[in-house]
């Protein structure tokens, strides 16, 4: 088992999603960045749509109950404690192995997201054919809910070392979101679609995994058509607009249906991303074909490819906190003095 000493922001258990039952409304779910789970997964030694902890800004401490091998993709500040309460540095994209009562701290994320997988997965109970957490419902995970102190989870293999590495770990893009006008572009004026796509736009505190709610300039719709239409499918990417003007990007765990005119949908190469955005950052928007959006997906599906091919058998490391602490130099004498 792990156990979790703390967990001081929301983490929840997701892996690939659970797509085939939007028609009774229930929402894909699923990893924010499936491509940075599919990596944890493969360091972990695991299929890639396996059941990984999605951790968000700050992560949690967990104790290992009996040896197991943890990965983690992200840009995590870890560190293994031990049992003596001495500590070493757990690099990023990489596989370590902790030994039984050893304490992960994962601390802060730097990636505003990250996945933790362990060997075998976490193993938890199937719900509508996922594992995936969908706390709105009380859908997967454990219980339904985000991760908590108290919580012992167990692992679906122990005693099991890995030692891999990603020599060259991917990074997020700063370029604008690329985007496939509509389905309801007809609903806006010519200005606010060449608003849309020229100004800047600030993610705001309403973001979470439901969707993130833009600051900036307001979305003017035509005035023929209104604010309203008659509820439709949306899918995470869907960009809708209320009648405030200020749109709304909807993520993993959107409602399958909505009564907001869509502008534009961002295509599904560049969704990883929206699942990094944090309160503050500025986010820009630039149109594309569909034939374009499956272009980029295919490449993006081939970049992922060839990044877990690139895995490697991990090195050790120096522990550079018990080196710099070592005396390493004793007992030094002035051989041109000695008689």
């Given at each position: 088992?792990?156990?979790?000493?703390?967990?001081?922001?929301?983490?929840?258990?997701?892996?690939?999603?659970?797509?085939?039952?939007?028609?009774?409304?229930?929402?894909?779910?699923?990893?924010?960045?499936?491509?940075?789970?599919?990596?944890?997964?493969?360091?972990?030694?695991?299929?890639?749509?396996?059941?990984?902890?999605?951790?968000?800004?700050?992560?949690?401490?967990?104790?290992?109950?009996?040896?197991?091998?943890?990965?983690?993709?992200?840009?995590?500040?870890?560190?293994?404690?031990?049992?003596?309460?001495?500590?070493?540095?757990?690099?990023?994209?990489?596989?370590?192995?902790?030994?039984?009562?050893?304490?992960?701290?994962?601390?802060?994320?730097?990636?505003?997201?990250?996945?933790?997988?362990v060997h075998g997965g976490f193993d938890l109970p199937q719900v509508l054919g996922s594992r995936s957490t969908y706390a709105r419902a009380g859908l997967g995970?454990?219980?339904?809910?985000?991760?908590?102190?108290?919580?012992?989870?167990?692992?679906?293999?122990?005693?099991?070392?890995?030692?891999?590495?990603?020599?060259?770990?991917?990074?997020?893009?700063?370029?604008?979101?690329?985007?496939?006008?509509?389905?309801?572009?007809?609903?806006?004026?010519?200005?606010?679609?060449?608003?849309?796509?020229?100004?800047?736009?600030?993610?705001?505190?309403?973001?979470?995994?439901?969707?993130?709610?833009?600051?900036?300039?307001?979305?003017?719709?035509?005035?023929?058509?209104?604010?309203?239409?008659?509820?439709?499918?949306?899918?995470?990417?869907?960009?809708?607009?209320?009648?405030?003007?200020?749109?709304?990007?909807?993520?993993?765990d959107c409602q399958t249906v909505g009564g907001y005119p869509k502008i534009a949908t961002v295509i599904g190469a560049d969704l990883p991303r929206l699942g990094?955005?944090?309160?503050?950052?500025t986010l820009h928007f630039v149109e594309v074909s569909i034939a374009q959006a499956l272009a980029a997906r295919r490449q993006a599906a081939a970049e992922l490819?060839?990044?877990?091919?690139?895995?490697?058998?991990?090195?050790?490391?120096?522990?550079?906190?018990?080196?710099?602490?070592?005396?390493?130099?004793?007992?030094?004498?002035?051989?041109?003095?000695?008689?």
């Amino acid at each position: 088992m792990i156990e979790v000493l703390d967990c001081p922001m929301p983490a929840s258990f997701q892996d690939a999603g659970r797509p085939g039952y939007r028609h009774l409304g229930v929402p894909l779910s699923g990893a924010l960045d499936a491509d940075w789970l599919a990596i944890a997964n493969a360091l972990a030694g695991n299929p890639p749509g396996t059941v990984a902890l999605e951790v968000h800004l700050l992560g949690p401490r967990l104790r290992a109950k009996a040896p197991v091998t943890i990965a983690m993709a992200g840009e995590f500040s870890a560190r293994i404690e031990d049992a003596a309460g001495q500590s070493r540095a757990a690099s990023n994209w990489r596989s370590h192995a902790l030994a039984t009562d050893e304490i992960l701290v994962t601390g802060n994320l730097r990636s505003g997201i990250g996945y933790l997988a362990v060997h075998g997965g976490f193993d938890l109970p199937q719900v509508l054919g996922s594992r995936s957490t969908y706390a709105r419902a009380g859908l997967g995970g454990i219980d339904g809910r985000s991760l908590r102190a108290g919580d012992c989870i167990t692992v679906g293999a122990t005693n099991t070392r890995l030692s891999l590495r990603l020599p060259r770990p991917p990074h997020l893009p700063a370029s604008p979101l690329r985007v496939i006008p509509g389905p309801q572009r007809e609903y806006f004026t010519d200005a606010a679609w060449a608003c849309f796509l020229n100004a800047e736009f600030t993610v705001s505190r309403e973001a979470d995994r439901m969707g993130l709610r833009l600051d900036g300039a307001r979305l003017e719709h035509d005035s023929a058509y209104g604010a309203d239409i008659v509820s439709d499918a949306v899918t995470p990417g869907t960009i809708q607009v209320p009648g405030d003007g200020r749109p709304i990007i909807l993520l993993a765990d959107c409602q399958t249906v909505g009564g907001y005119p869509k502008i534009a949908t961002v295509i599904g190469a560049d969704l990883p991303r929206l699942g990094h955005a944090l309160p503050g950052q500025t986010l820009h928007f630039v149109e594309v074909s569909i034939a374009q959006a499956l272009a980029a997906r295919r490449q993006a599906a081939a970049e992922l490819a060839e990044c877990i091919a690139g895995i490697a058998p991990g090195s050790a490391e120096f522990n550079l906190d018990a080196l710099y602490a070592a005396n390493l130099i004793d007992g030094v004498i002035d051989a041109q003095q000695a008689n």
